[in-house]
């Protein structure tokens, strides 16, 4: 079980097609700058892209007017108390396509399966006793490789991604993995850096042992 290496991508970031959506197959391709990418007519895609849109987590970027927000403590937020719930919102149809990214129930299946693992986690907006919004993704050692996020109140999202990067900071994460460029992830701090780049941080940062504790709760003021 291996893939080529993530330089064979072709321009578009298309670097092989097939294969499973194993636990083992999915950890190993975010280990080598790989994810799956596909609609539900297609076969499995496998991508790299160049360049790749990264989030530091000390670099967020808080508009002033999400800021207030979360400073009126509108929501609530919790970690991995609805992984499930949250996938399966994120795979609903976007109104807008930076919003995120539509899932097969077969892609849903794969990352059910890495959060009962312990790989995939989700960040999870509340108003009240509804989830309005939140975002998943992988986490390998010091690296979270975000998959998809979605918002049924204005900002619940972003809200979601600010409690993530400050967790993650705290923790000394190295890297959230942004995948692709869209406009709403670069207003809030990500920036576009080469595959090398990229995968240069990526072997450092796996190997890394985080805090074993760190998907029990989120980082005090993290919001």
Known sequence: MEFPPAWLARSDGLLCIGGDLSCDRLLLAYQNGIF???????????WSPDPRLVLFPSRIR?????????KRDEFTITVDQAFEQTIQAC??????????TWLVAEMVDAYIALHRKGYAHSIETWHRDRL????????IGCSFF???????????????????ARHLEHHEFDIIDCQVTTD??????????????????L???????PDPDLWQTLSTRTV
């Open 62 to 70: 808080i508009s002033r007017s999400l800021g207030k927000k979360i």
């Open 36 to 46: 799956p990418w596909f609609s539900e007519s297609e076969p499995i895609l496998w």
């Open 91 to 100: 795979a609903r149809p976007r109104k807008h396509p930076d919003e995120g």
């Open 132 to 139: 309005v919004g939140g975002l998943y993704g992988v986490s």
């Open 184 to 201: 709403h992830l670069c207003q809030m701090g990500a920036v576009e850096i080469s595959r090398q780049q990229f995968l240069d941080i």
């Open 203 to 209: 072997s450092r940062s796996i190997i890394r042992k």
């Open 146 to 164: 975000g998959e998809s996020m979605f918002s049924l109140e204005r900002d619940a999202s972003k809200v979601a991604l600010v409690a993530l």
